[in-house]
């Protein structure tokens, strides 16, 4: 071995990452740890890389997918041709570069937002696209280096140049770091690409040769070169290596160093059959965790330092998540205790810690070998349940299920047969007795030669005394959790209980349960049920204590209450835990309890314990073993962290991806933020959407809160829930805006992430739709208009039918009023025509009988005068007797009034004669034959013939009367 191997020192340094550099890494007991495995990821266990974007969502190099991480979901896309994805990178604009196997490319949203893999295989010159794996990808100041066997693949100002390596011997390692791109070669050494070629590094070839797996920024300018079995070599730069962390070399040497990290205050070292090692800024061992210790498998292929501080880990099966950037870490069944957590004593060197299970021990001191640290051991003897320890007058005294205990080296021993004992308490002025607190009362023990002896049980109080405490006047003070709180007094002989006071709801307690008794601040204070409370011996009344009041709420059942030796007072009560800070020695506090958010709920349940050591040591019991909580830790309260909206759906009987929430609108940086140009508008039919998000904080990711409101919807947010998503259904038209917020463990708040979006009314409350309704209005209108015009006109023709029909119908009615008339008229010249003819009837009646008796008169007389005078008067009469000289006139007023009778008559009758047209004339007039006879001067008989000639000549049937013929003719 070449003399620089032997030229070995040990090199402080300074390191500055992401936060300054301050006291060496302290790490007791193991960092919370959380297990992602194949099946939470659904893909190939094998793991070969991890990146965080500028969100936080955390991205995994698997050997089936490219997995994606938001805290609550995976997501898992393989690569378009199927192969292992090998590298990924991030550049300082958060685009996201992925290495596969002959393809590599880089990560952007598609129009969903989600995030696809951009080829740029295409870029590459033909002659060069033949190659393997990427196995790096390296962010230069310049450019994108992607690393292959072949060669490396430079992408600068969206062009890619290829510089050929494959003629070089030897598996090749490539790493950026100073501005420099190193290329290690197995077989030649370390070559640096500058001015576009490899140029190799003097002095090389034999650290190359041990096959380098990590180059890391060492102290000043130098550069640490990590090998896989032969420790670790810090480079100046130019062309000297020497040996570095000789405290660390047999786990160097003995495991397979696979992958390095650097973090704010060390390194960290990965290796492939053993966990992890952290490095102090100094090269020594702080921190081994393996598979032992909580992690998935011993096989670490990469390690992530996150925006957090804390470390991703890619294994050989699974991911791990582990937090040691935190001021918490727990000692459990990983560290060789099992059991809930009830007491702890840090002691001479050594830690002990009581469980449900026992007492355990592990040597503590100031500088631990993590590589050489042994596991807790059980205190031999002490199996069961432990209460407290105590450190009274040199002794440790133990209190468990079984008895009282004394503490020797490993081992204890039993101090009485008695059991059930929870407590020792001093006695005032007997500075050589002690006050067991057991399950039925108080025993007494006195020390004789350095232990403990039972003396015997006191008499008068026979309860539980659990929780005890003294105060300056001597007086015992016991709270029972169920019934209330003594007061007790001893006799002098201490034998017996000489006075007892009981106190409960009735002495000023909001109820009898959960009274509690803590001296802190040189003062006894009384929690109760709700509140805290002080003594007031005046009035032998408890009042409520303002200052802790106010400190710890009034409303809050405060369970646990113990100063330490500052003065600082630790508080739990039902669902928090806290220390009061003494400010500047007086008696003023500051609350501070954020920070145990974490520890919310992990408590053990009435038994709490909280035991502050020093400035760096403090620990509590949990359900599950301790925690060890260190003040000095520089807690990051402003930590940042992105509330992302991972998924926008549309709900219905088939939902549908609306977006995956990436957006990048002009360039390849990755944004949770949507830009205008991805307003989605939807119609109304989709007015039904699920929200999916998450929050980029990981530690208790599962503890997140989330807020969250719709604008246009509602207008407050909604309650703190650790809901995932939230579903919005009949949603009217309008526009949105969808904000979600979250908060971590540590009420620190994320982000605010927006969504916004339009539904558009429905086709019936469309613009479109509206200007269809009013044109159907119009065209309403008009028909309306036109109906109702051609309804008025349809009642005007209606009215004016109407009005012709009562026209008409006065018409008929004036006509029938003129036939009435006309008719009477005829019926009245009827009878005027009849009463004529009546009387010319009697008036040639009466001229016949003047004839006659002139006819006679002239035979009488002989006067030939006086005869030639009445023949001259007898022709006269004979004129006046014949009718054929009115007929006419008669004939030509009947045709009158019986319209044209006897003109028809004649026309249809040509067969009739003159008589017998006079006496059809008669007939007319309703003559009857007796009143027709001497008209015509014929007899009635006469009459009666002529009428059977006329119905003959006429035709008619026998069953048709012949005047009623005439008169209906």
Known sequence: MSTFLIRHTIITFLISLAVHAGAQIRFEGIPYITNYTRQDYNSSPFNWGIVQDARGIIYAANNYHLMEFDGNNWRVNPLPNRTVVRSLAVDSKGVVYVGGQADFGYLKPNAKGEMVFISLKSKIQPEHQTFADVWKICVTDIGIAFCTSAGIYYLQNDTIKFYKTSDRVGLVSFFYISQRLFACFGGEGIFELKNQELVFIPNSQQIAAHLITGMLPGPGNTILCVTQEHGIFSYDGYSHFQLWTPLSQDFLRGNKISCAAAISKGYVLGSSHNGLLILDKEGRPVMHLNKKKGLQNDGIEYIYPDNNGNLWLALRDGIDYVEINSPFTIFNSKSGISGSGFTSLLQNDKLYLGTSEGLYVKTWGSRKDPLRESPFQIVEGSQGQTYNLQHIQSMLLLTHNLGPFIVNNNNVKKLSSQTGAWLFLPVPGHPTYLLCGTYTGLDLYKLENGTPVFQWKVKGFEQSARVMELDDEGNIWIAHGYIGLYKIKLSEDLREAES??????????????????????????????????????????????????????????????????????????????????????????????????????????????????????????????????????????????????????????????????????????????????????????????????????????????????????????????????????????????????????????????????????????????????????????????????????????????????????????????????????????????????????????????????????????????????????????????????????????????????????????????????????????????????????????????????????????????????????
Do not use: C
Not at 515 to 533: H, T
């Open 500 to 969: 007892t006071e009981f106190y409960n709801s009735k002495s000023g307690f909001p109820s009898d349960v959960f009274i509690n008794v803590f001296k802190v601040n040189n003062e006894l204070v009384f929690p109760g049920e709700r509140g805290v409370f002080r003594y007031n011996k005046e009035k032998n009344v408890f009042e409520p204590h303002e200052q802790y009041n106010n400190l710890l709420t009034k409303t809050n059942h405060t369970r646990k209450l113990v100063e330490d030796g500052e003065g600082n007072i630790w508080f739990s009560s039902a669902d928090e835990m806290g220390v009061l800070k003494k400010r500047n020695g007086g008696t003023n506090y500051e609350i501070t309890k954020t920070i145990f958010n974490k520890l919310q709920r992990r408590l053990v349940g009435g038994f709490e314990h909280i035991a502050s050591y020093d400035d760096h040591n403090v620990i509590i019991g949990t359900d599950d073993g301790f925690v060890h909580f260190d003040p000095s830790h520089n807690f990051n309260n402003d930590h940042t962290f992105s509330t992302v909206l991972r998924k926008v759906e549309i709900t219905g009987e088939q939902d549908s991806l609306l977006s995956g929430g990436s957006y990048s609108a002009f360039t390849m940086m990755i944004g949770h933020q949507q830009p205008d140009s991805l307003h989605p508008v939807l119609p109304y039919d989709l007015n039904a959407l699920r929200f999916t998000f998450s929050a980029t904080s990981y530690e208790d990711a599962s503890r997140v809160q989330y807020q969250f409101k719709l604008d246009g919807y509602e207008t407050n947010w909604s309650a703190w829930t650790r809901l995932t998503s939230k579903e919005y259904t009949n949603l009217k038209e309008g526009d949105y805006t969808f904000y979600v917020k979250s908060k971590d463990i540590y009420n620190r708040e994320g982000s605010i992430s927006t969504f916004k979006f339009t539904v558009l009314p429905p086709w019936y409350r469309s613009y479109v739709a509206y200007g269809l309704y009013i044109f159907l209005i119009l065209l309403l209108l008009y028909f309306v208009s036109r109906f109702t015009k051609v309804q008025q006109q349809k009642t005007m023709r209606l009215k004016e039918i109407q009005h012709q029909e009562e026209v008409l119908k006065a018409e008929k009615e004036i006509i029938k009023l003129n036939n009435e008339k006309l008719e009477n008229e005829l019926q009245h010249k009827n009878k005027e025509l009849a009463s004529s003819a009546m009387h010319i009837v009697h008036n040639v009646e009466t001229i016949q009988k003047i004839k006659t008796a002139l006819l006679a008169a002239i035979e009488a007389v002989q006067d030939n005068d006086a005869k030639s005078h009445m023949r001259k008067v007898l022709r006269s009469i004979a004129n006046e007797i014949s009718l054929e000289n009115n007929w006419e006139q008669f004939e030509l007023h009947f045709n009158q009034i019986h319209q044209n009778f006897l003109v028809r008559l004649r026309k249809e009758f040509p067969e009739l004669t003159h008589n017998d047209i006079k006496l059809i004339s008669y007939l007319k007039l309703n003559l009857s034959s007796k009143e027709i006879a001497p008209l015509l001067n014929l007899s009635v008989r006469g009459v009666e013939a002529s009428r059977y000639r006329i119905r003959k000549k006429m035709n008619l049937n026998p069953s048709i009367n012949l005047t009623e013929f005439i008169l209906r003719y």
